[in-house]
Structures are given as C-alpha cells and as structure tokens.
C-alpha cells in the first residue's frame, strides 16, 4: 500500500511542478510576512520579560497558527481535486483558503495547545531544578511517553488536516478519526512519518531553500496522497461487503422476487413504444 501512497505523492507533485513551486514560494513570503509582524509586535514584551524560553514556544506556537492553515488550507483544496478527478487552476489555491482556513485554524490551536502541554510536561519532568535525583527514571519514563505522545499526534495531523478539507466534520470528530485511522493503519503511517521526516531533513540541510521552493507543497502531497490511498482501501473493503451480502441475499418470497425484478428493469419501463402494447409478450 505504501507504494501507491508513494506513487501518488510523487506524480500529483511532478505533474503540477510549476503550479506547486509558484505557490510554496507565495504561500511562503505569506508566512515569513505574518512571523515577522507578529514578532515585531511582540518582541519588546518578549524583551521585558527577560527572554525567558516558555514565552518564545508559546509565541512560535501563536504564529503557527495563524500561518500554517494558509499552506494547508491552499494546497490539500487543489490536491483534493485531482484525487477526484479534476483539473484545478492556480485559483484553487484561494479558494482552498477561503474553503478551509478557519476550519484548520481550530484544528491547528487543539493541536498547539496539546503540544503546548506536552513541551510543559517534559520541560518540568527534566528540569533538575525541580525534580529530585530519586525521581529520575520515573521522570525519564513520563517524558518518555510524553514524546512518543508527540509522533503520535504528528501522526494524526497527516490524517486530520485532509479529514477537514474533504469533510469539514467537527473538531471532535476529526481528531476521533484521525486517531482511529492511525491506529488502524499503523505501518504505513510510520512510513509516511519517516519520508516527513526526510523532506523536513532535506529543508535543513539546504538551510531552509527547498522550503521556500517546494517543501511545504511535498508535504502537503504526502498527507493528501496518505489520506485518499486509506480511505479508497475502506471504500474497497465496504463495496466488497455490499457486493458479498447482494450475492448471499436470495428472495424468499414470491413478492420479494417480484420486487427484485423490478427493481433490476426499472429503467426500461420507461423506454417501451407503442408497439410494446400490441405485443407485450415480448417485453
């Protein structure tokens, strides 16, 4: 399965280069613009308060959730209509926006508040200042499970950002599903974690040049082709239940055998002629 995630990945990319570079770069300068206001008008705070770290991860996660719904908004709209079988135009990138910003946007502060958290629990579990040597390998453990709590929800947002594009179902009901989806589809979401994990590396060795190119739409290739390869596979799995119950289903009445047929030539009753009543033995 996980060749097709791939192959999907890399042929909506290759085939919509130019489109696709043209918006990583504009998509881009929109979020280098909102990261360099927003740090411009908080930064004297930040200053006075003597830089304290808390404040700069609580400040990053602020940004990011203004910025990255434009990105994951624009990108998954125009992914998604090729996974359905239409043309999209470099419009669809807006459109995408206006489709699905403020609906990521609350999906993107669950997702930083629970991150939030989780950085608060690992930096109190580890800091030596307030937890005693005795306590060192049950701290170990907790900020153990807390990271591995981190992948997980990673893991989770490769499934939950395309879920609300495609359908914009509730905050609860996408993180259900999302949690449900990996759980049930663990293998190849760690692979797709590990080929995240090689386009963000391939952005840090450039210094942050494929970013500005192509990264972020790689990234967003990889969790729409993700999404819609595990969901086709439920689809199979369901048309393959519904087509099994319709062979096993045999009428056990002279009614129901009636209904049957009729159903099956329901159409044709409404293509007869005329000469259809002077012989309708022959229909």
Known sequence: ??????????????????RLVLA???FFLIIMGITI???????PLYYALGRPVLPFIFGMALIAVFTLPFPASGFLYFLSLISKDK????????????H???ALFRLCLVFAAIFLLLGVNIFFYLNPDIIPPSLKTITL??????????????AMMMYAFPLTVYQKAGIRKTLFRSFLLVTDNIGVTILAILLLGVIVALGLV??????????IALIASLANSLYDNVMKKYEAREAEKQK????????????????????EDRHDRYHRTLKDILKPWEY
């Open 1 to 18: 399965m996980f060749g097709r995630i791939f192959a999907k990945f890399f042929w909506d990319a290759y085939d919509y280069l130019g």
């Open 24 to 26: 990583n770069i504009l």
């Open 37 to 43: 206001i927003l740090g411009t008008l908080f930064y």
């Open 87 to 98: 043309e999209p135009e470099f419009r669809d990138f807006f459109r995408g926006i206006k």
């Open 100 to 102: 699905s910003y403020w």
């Open 141 to 154: 453990v907790i900020s153990g499970i807390c990271v591995w709590i981190f992948l997980y929800l990673i």
């Open 206 to 215: 450039t210094r942050g040049m494929t970013f500005f190119v192509l990264n």
């Open 244 to 263: 099994e119950l319709e062979s096993k289903h045999k009428p056990g009445s002279w009614k129901e055998i009636k209904h049957k047929e009729f159903i």
